[in-house]
């Protein structure tokens, strides 16, 4: 079965500093990637995706995925973070013949300091 | 302004009693699913509906039912038979059911049983 992994439950960094979030998913095809961020009590936003091509994706508010095959990974960056970006973000992944659904990470709740 | 409606945010029942969430979306999507999300677990399927009058099955719709009489709604009951119903309730839209596209969420639901 397909799954998704999000080592790090908790992440802090200082306002300004430089993001790394980590996914590592577990499925032989290609896969469909994606981040998406949610603020306390709220749906989930898309930040960015990936199915094919250039392995490094840009999505909005300044966040970039790079999908190492490799690895298995599909790791968000952001060069420097700010105040607003303190939420939760969730690492998903959809696979051909993988049944009609995402599957979802636990979750990795970043907090900002100023 | 396109998008997905859940209502109402804040729900509380009596233990017993049936409770029905509503999702609607007009995106003209085809697709359409719940999850539910428990703090450190992520986002579980309860179920999904390719198309209208069609639903499957997630990996937890045990103690759950839908209805899908419409394109743009999809309402969940909880039953009384959801042993631990407490939970955030998320309604999700794609244009078509798949791992490769990408899904759009409503605001949530919080429902609390006691």
């Known amino acids: 079965a397909q799954s998704v992994t999000q080592p790090d439950i908790h992440i802090t960094v200082s306002e300004g500093a430089s993001l790394e979030l980590r996914c590592n998913y577990s499925?032989?095809?290609?896969?469909?990637l994606f981040w998406y961020v949610q603020s306390p009590g709220q749906g989930l936003q898309l930040l960015l995706k990936y199915f094919s091509g250039d392995t490094l994706v840009q999505g909005i508010k300044g966040f970039e995925a790079e999908f190492k095959r490799s690895q298995s990974s599909f790791n968000l960056r952001k060069p420097s973070v700010h105040w607003s970006d303190a939420a939760e973000y969730f690492c998903a992944v959809g696979f051909t013949g993988g049944g009609n659904k995402l599957t979802f990470g636990t979750g990795t709740q970043l907090k900002v300091e100023l | 302004d396109g998008g997905i409606t859940q209502s109402p945010k804040y729900l509380f029942r009596k233990e017993g009693q049936n409770v029905t969430l509503s999702c609607e979306q007009n995106l003209n999507h085809d697709a359409m699913y719940w999850y539910r999300q428990d703090p450190g677990q992520g986002l579980r399927l309860i179920y999904y509906s390719q198309i209208v009058n069609d639903f499957q099955k997630g990996d937890i719709a045990e103690g759950y039912s839908v209805s899908r009489e419409k394109k743009e709604s999809f309402p969940l009951t909880v039953t009384s038979a959801q042993k631990n119903p407490t939970a955030f309730y998320l309604c999700a839209s794609s244009i078509q059911a798949g791992g490769r596209y990408e899904q759009y969420f409503g605001p949530g639901t919080r429902l609390t049983v006691t």
């Open positions: 499925y032989g095809a290609t896969p469909y």
